[in-house]
């Protein structure tokens, strides 16, 4: 009896902790072996045959498909730079230079990688749309109400999610992150 | 006390055994990956045009909205398949997937280095199977060799700018995905 009981035991403790381990390592976990520069992180080896087992039981599980490495490259950022949570009610403005690229788009996302509604229908720009200083940097607004210049509307939801992506880039699995300028992401005024 | 102790750490254990197995079996389980998604809007070997992703409904997650895009959902097991799509004036790519979404090539304009985008998609046994005169010919030919018999052709053409979205759209309705006929 006693070790049928242990066994049991034992049994639950596994089913528990494994299931409850891939649970949370898919949900709450971020894949390693990211390339991350300021608040953006991109995963280069996803984009290829050599993405690792967890990364791909997250692709399987959310439904996406990660944009192939002979393709482009995605950098997402769901923080700002000082680590607070995009906020769709909150003015955040990004600024700066983008990494070499043929061409670049972002887009802002619900964490469910759905677009989000607003009255203007612009859910992203690509780098043919943006408007520039003379130097060549750029600012977007990130804002429920508009702006002038560059105003990508969040809909005022709780929390989303860009991702910038890069098409025909030199950037891939050799890239490390000192050698990459992203835009810099401050928030700059919350109600 | 000594003996719960054990058989907590051989829970633990078998627990971390668990965990593996289930992270490796996960996308042969998944029934909302892309390719399940996309499998009732997509028939095999035919190029489908996606409708641009909307606040209320998308095919896939996280796609990208400055995008045309169109997908051939393949089956290599009655032979090799062909493809083309003709580039459009800003960007065009064509990207592979697994059965399992795995994004194992992917191609731009610029790499093939023509106006036309043109490969023949077939399995290692089918590429091993070719006829050795053809050889001679091999170096004009982008082969693609797909590691699954199924797996995702996914085709995308960028509208710079919101209005050029048809432009973009026109390029991938002369895209092509058929089957090759038969060698005799």
């Not at chain 1, 860009?162 to 990459?180: F, K, M, Q, S, W």
């Not at chain 2, 043109?118 to 693609?144: C, F, H, K, N, Y």
Request: glycine share 8%.
């Amino acid at each position: 009896v006693r070790l049928l009981l242990g066994t049991l035991f034992a049994l639950c403790v596994a089913a528990l902790v494994g299931l409850g381990a891939t649970w949370l390592a898919l949900t709450q976990g971020q894949a390693f072996g990211g390339l991350a520069v300021g608040a953006w992180t991109a995963w280069p080896r996803h984009g290829t045959a050599a993405i690792d087992p967890y990364a791909r039981a997250m692709v399987a599980r959310s439904g996406e498909l990660p944009v192939g490495s002979g393709d482009g490259l995605a950098f997402q950022a769901r923080t700002d730079d000082r680590g607070n949570t995009l906020d769709g009610r909150c003015d955040v403005v990004l600024s700066g230079l983008t990494p070499q690229a043929r061409y670049w788009t972002i887009t802002l996302y619900d964490h469910d990688g759905a677009l989000v509604r607003n009255s203007v229908e612009r859910h992203g720009f690509t780098s043919h749309e943006i408007v520039r200083r003379a130097n060549g940097t750029f600012e977007i607004v990130v804002s429920p109400r508009s702006r002038p210049g560059n105003w990508l509307p969040s809909g005022g939801i709780e929390r989303y999610v860009l991702v910038l992506r890069l098409y025909d880039t030199p950037i891939g699995v050799a890239t490390r992150g000192r050698e990459v300028t992203m835009p810099t992401i401050t928030r700059r005024q919350c109600p | 006390v000594i003996r719960i102790a054990l058989w907590l750490l051989g829970g633990v254990l078998l627990g971390g055994i668990v965990h593996l197995t289930t992270v490796l079996w996960l996308p042969d389980l998944a029934t909302q990956d892309a390719y399940s998604r996309l499998a009732p809007v997509a028939p095999i070997n035919a190029v489908t045009a996606l409708p641009a992703p909307t606040p209320e409904k998308s095919v896939v997650p996280f796609l990208d909205p400055a995008f045309a895009m169109a997908v051939c959902r393949y089956d290599l097991s009655d032979g090799p398949l062909k493809f083309s799509v003709p580039v459009s004036p800003a960007y065009t790519s064509v990207s592979f997937y697994t059965r399992n979404d795995v994004a194992y090539y992917a191609i731009n304009d610029r790499a093939a280095g023509r106006r036309v985008i043109e490969l023949e998609l077939m399995t290692s046994e089918q590429r091993a199977d070719l006829p050795g005169d053809e050889e001679v010919t091999a170096a004009d030919r982008l082969i693609v060799e797909s590691p699954t018999v199924t797996g995702l052709i996914m085709i995308k053409a960028l509208a710079p700018e919101p209005g050029l979205m048809s432009v973009a759209q026109a390029a991938l309705t002369a895209a092509k995905c058929a089957q090759q006929p038969q060698q005799g």
